[in-house]
């Protein structure tokens, strides 16, 4: 079993900054068996959406509306996952879940509890 804990999430006004933070731990957990780790957000009404993932070897992906804005950085040996949000616009405000695959026998996806993203105009 596997434990995220975010931190992070706020208020901010339209055009600034804030950062998420995501840890992975557990019992018996072995980070090098982390997969994918990566953001999803929900708004009000609408469906999760993948925000930005990162693989174990670095390669990362992006949804459309965040790119050039949003980056996402990972320590394998700490087993974080962090995504630096600049240039805010109140369309990013949601709730973001960080999600962790952990790749064994098969794969066993874990998410956070979710942290508020609240971008003001």
């Known amino acids: 079993q596997v434990q995220l804990v975010e931190s992070g999430g706020g208020l901010v006004q339209a055009g600034g900054s804030l950062r998420l933070s995501c840890a992975a731990s557990?019992?018996?957990?072995?980070?090098?068996?982390?997969?994918?780790m990566g953001w999803y957000r929900q708004a009000p009404g609408k469906e999760r959406e993948l925000v930005a993932t990162?693989?174990?070897?670095?390669?990362?992906n992006y949804v459309d509306s965040v790119k050039g804005r949003f980056n996402i950085f990972r320590d394998n040996a700490k087993a974080t996952v962090d995504l630096q949000m600049n240039s805010l616009k109140p369309e990013d405000t949601a709730v973001y879940y960080c999600?962790?695959?952990?790749?064994?026998?098969?794969?066993?996806?874990?998410w956070g509890q979710g942290t508020q993203v609240t971008v003001s105009s």
């Open positions: 990162i693989t174990k070897g670095g390669t990362t």
């Open positions: 999600n962790v695959v952990v790749k064994l026998l098969r794969e066993y996806v874990y």
């Open positions: 557990g019992r018996s957990f072995n980070i090098n068996n982390i997969n994918v």
